[in-house]
């Protein structure tokens, strides 16, 4: 789905000069996106940023980012005229190169706790050493419960994600079985080093 400049007015309440999307490609609703822009020789800001080398300034750049989020979560709840959407924090922002005159820039965003949520699910599915506790329809993208399907390798297992320096992973003493507790300050490659370590265990054990 493409959305076009009066669809994504539409859904933000930004306007020239400080909206800064052209056009965005919406992969999955309220999910995954990508904003386009080209950045003009007369933008506004490079009359003062700077007047010999005109670069697009960081602080629109993460603009145009949070706008991008703003339109694929919008589009979630487009008929609910009363819900908005804020731009809240933003962390690990790194620069790799200047945004010059002419650009075109690609904005892709992506609901991270998903993402993160998705890959665990999936090596939870795959591996028939694990299996999960909630049925699919009722699987939560924060906490993320499984267990092994034989519980007698459990030692094998603990020894892997402990040597990997994972932590905080083991369920409720009631239930048994591990918890993964995915919030945004659990980044995506400790996920991955957990679902490294579930894959070591399949090679060890099978």
Not at 52 to 68: D, M
Request: hydrophobic fraction near 40%; glycine fraction near 6%.
């Amino acid at each position: 789905m493409i959305l076009k400049s009066n669809e994504i007015k539409n859904l933000l309440p930004h306007r020239e000069p400080f909206l800064f999307i052209d056009k965005c490609e919406i992969t999955k609703i309220g999910i995954k996106g990508v904003g386009y822009r080209k950045f003009l020789p007369n933008e506004f800001f490079f009359k003062g940023h700077f007047p010999e080398l005109p670069i697009v300034p960081g602080v629109i750049l993460i603009e145009a980012l949070a706008q991008t989020a703003g339109i694929v979560v919008s589009k979630s709840f487009e008929n609910e005229k009363d819900k908005s959407v804020l731009f809240m924090s933003i962390s690990e922002a790194k620069f790799r190169k200047p945004v010059l005159p002419n650009d075109d820039i690609c904005f892709e965003v992506e609901k991270i706790n998903n993402a993160k949520a998705a890959l665990l699910y999936n090596e939870v599915d795959r591996n028939s050493l694990f299996k999960g506790f909630a049925a699919v329809e009722d699987r939560s993208n924060m906490n993320v419960t499984f267990n092994l399907t034989d519980e007698t390798h459990k030692a094998v297992f603990d020894k892997l994600w402990n040597d990997a320096g994972i932590s905080g992973i083991k369920g409720h003493r009631s239930v048994g079985g591990y918890r993964a507790s995915i919030y945004n300050a659990m980044p995506t490659e400790g996920i991955q080093t957990l679902v490294d370590a579930m894959q070591e265990f399949e090679k060890q054990v099978s």
